[in-house]
């Protein structure tokens, strides 16, 4: 999986289809950018060598491979095969990955990946702001999504697994504290930091789309006792966001990726 595939561009290793990783490659199509993805599906990254050389182990490779395994921690089971060379570019371990072209810097965390693609674009532009206050206020915005991203994190892995209503809760406060403010940008400005599309607008979306998962496991939250946090009815809450967000998902730049991440969520 890549766009616009070469040997000197940027690299990310990662599950896929992940909408995190959205945000890259979304930005490299509207700055007509090459950015190499490598990866394979959640089960299947436990078989892949983690490393800026990612690729899938065979099974005789992976019975070998006793220098590179580690335990797994959040969001993986089991052992995952992992480079010395991987950990030093990435202290924290985890996807996505992104490297510089010669795999000598590690660059980690999506909207940190992302602000590296909007950074290599030639020419200046207003996605990642005209001057130190514009590129501030789209940082403040991409600051804000990270925090709701982390309570969205705890919310998945207890989807996953057993819900609580301690974690539904404080999750359904996390999404209206995000969603609210949100709304309120979009009330003043026709994009979320302005009068123009930047980075803030393309990680809202794709933070989006990643909750929609949650409509993929709408029986089983059920069965718990419990309901989707992104049902309808938020949707009716929030006019300006999602309206936005559904306008934003049929573009160019998006419907690649966020069409058929979309549509595998109706049809689950």
């Given amino acids: 999986m890549s766009e616009k595939t070469s040997e000197g561009a940027l690299r990310i290793f990662s599950y896929t289809p992940n909408p995190r990783i959205f945000k890259a490659s979304?930005?490299?199509r509207l700055c007509d950018l090459e950015i190499d993805i490598r990866g394979s599906s959640v089960q299947d990254l436990a078989k892949w060598l983690w490393d800026f050389h990612a690729r899938p182990l065979t099974t005789s490779e992976i019975k070998e491979d006793k220098d590179n395994a580690r335990q797994s921690r959040i969001g993986f089971k089991g052992t995952l095969h992992k480079t010395e060379?991987?950990?030093k570019a990435h202290p924290f371990g985890t996807v996505?990955?992104?490297?510089?072209?010669?795999?000598s810097i590690g660059i980690f965390e999506s909207n940190s990946i992302m602000r590296a693609v909007a950074r290599l674009k030639k020419k200046p532009g207003p996605l990642y702001g005209t001057n130190p206050f514009s590129t501030s206020r789209i940082d403040s915005f991409l600051d804000v999504s990270l925090v709701f991203a982390n309570q969205t994190q705890k919310y998945f892995m207890a989807v996953f697994g057993e819900m609580t209503p301690e974690v539904w809760n404080e999750s359904e406060m996390a999404y209206i504290t995000y969603l609210s403010g949100m709304e309120d940008a979009l009330e003043t400005s026709p994009f979320v930091a302005g009068n123009e599309l930047t980075l803030a607008d393309i990680c809202l979306v794709c933070e989006l789309c990643l909750c929609m998962m949650e409509r993929k496991f709408m029986r089983e939250l059920e069965?718990?006792?419990f309901q989707c946090i992104l049902d309808e009815r938020r949707e009716r809450?929030?006019?300006n966001v999602f309206t936005h967000f559904y306008r934003l998902v049929k573009t160019a730049a998006f419907e690649p990726d966020c069409g058929p991440y979309l549509a595998s969520m109706r049809n689950a």
């Avoid at 996505?96 to 010669?102: C, G, H, I, T």
């Fill in 26 to 28: 979304i930005v490299a």
């Fill in 96 to 103: 996505p990955a992104a490297f510089s072209p010669d795999g």
């Fill in 223 to 225: 069965k718990q006792g």
């Fill in 85 to 87: 060379e991987f950990l």
């Fill in 237 to 239: 809450e929030y006019p």
